[in-house]
């Protein structure tokens, strides 16, 4: 694959910055037919596809962070010659085609494509139905900024097919794809799993647990809660399972005041056994399937828990791997606890939310990868290469 320069590069994204701000009323009426089309019971959904003024402003800054970032391609590695003379060098490449499914959310075809195409890479958008008009408006974008500085649409280049269609596409795929990342729910990655022909990376399920220790500082575990719960229900980092230690301090009492917190956030709760003994008037879990599930909404889970080994079993049996939190004041178990939750984030004392590329320093994100290769955790622009062996000799042969 050719490898742009950096200056062309961001030519490239100076141009779209201003061509998105120009057509930025264009965009927002082409996101209002699309809204006007949507069911509105899936409540997630229906915010992850909203683009208003605030959603462009952020599309523009997207696009500029990643183009003040350095170039992450042909950076070497390593250098080294060895004794027979051979010299080696490794570097960064970028993968070549990648191809991103998702759901709902036209600011992915912002993030995905800007970061896809700094790190060299091209990219084909396969957005989902209900955000047909605002991804072919942002596509339109894409191409002219690409053109303006003479560059092939190539680059960037949104899917206009169905499900059928792009089903046959992942199973004979009639261009190069390198690496397949599909974003959205559990039935999305299964789709892609079972019919690409090529590497899959995971943007997995969130179901996040956190667990209150029975040190705990409880002002600290109810906001973390509260925040990780219900600043954003459609995020794949919300909170979705509630472990209390059953020998904290004032168990019934804080279950209790956690209970009338979270109702006066308007959140339904489902309860174990044992907390259903204390909150007698909430849902029982009604079966195994709930601890799998990621909710994405406004309803999260309360359950006893006993000591950190059982919370760690648990977390490590059910969780999508995303992120997991302990709430505690001994720094030991707050250790043992993130070394072993196998979870791409592990937090001690502070809210789920905060796994974001723009939050952790990354950036802009392409998605949350709950995979452990090639890299866990947001896929920002670093995250976007491979690399590439440089050997040079002078006529030498293995003996």
Known sequence: MELLDSTIKNK????????????????IAENKKDLDA?????????DRLVVNEAKVDGMIQAIKEVKQQQDPVDNQISDRTLDSGLKIINKTAPFGTIMIIY???PDVTIEAAVLAFKANNKI??????EAKNSNIILEKCWHQALEENGLSKDWIK???T????????LQNPTEQLDLIVPRGGERLIQFVKENAKCAVLISGRGNNFLYVAKDANWEKAVKVILNAKTDKISGCNALDKVLVDKNLPDYHAKLKELQTILKEANVKILVDQKVGEILTDEEKISSENTWYEEFLALKIVISEADGVDDVIEKINKYSGGH???IITEDSSKAAKFMEQVDSAAVYHNASTRFTDGGQMGVGAELAISTDKLHHRGPLGLKQLVTNKYYV?????VRV
């Open 12 to 27: 490239v994204l100076d141009s779209m910055m201003k061509i998105i701000d120009k057509e930025r009323l264009n965009i």
């Open 38 to 46: 949507f069911n509105r019971e899936d409540q997630a959904l229906f």
């Open 103 to 105: 759901e709902s959310r």
């Open 124 to 129: 084909i958008l396969k957005g989902g139905k």
């Open 158 to 160: 949104l899917m206009h």
């Open 162 to 169: 169905n499900r059928k269609e792009t089903q046959e596409f």
């Open 323 to 325: 992120s997991a939190c």
């Open 392 to 396: 040079y000799g002078d006529g030498h």
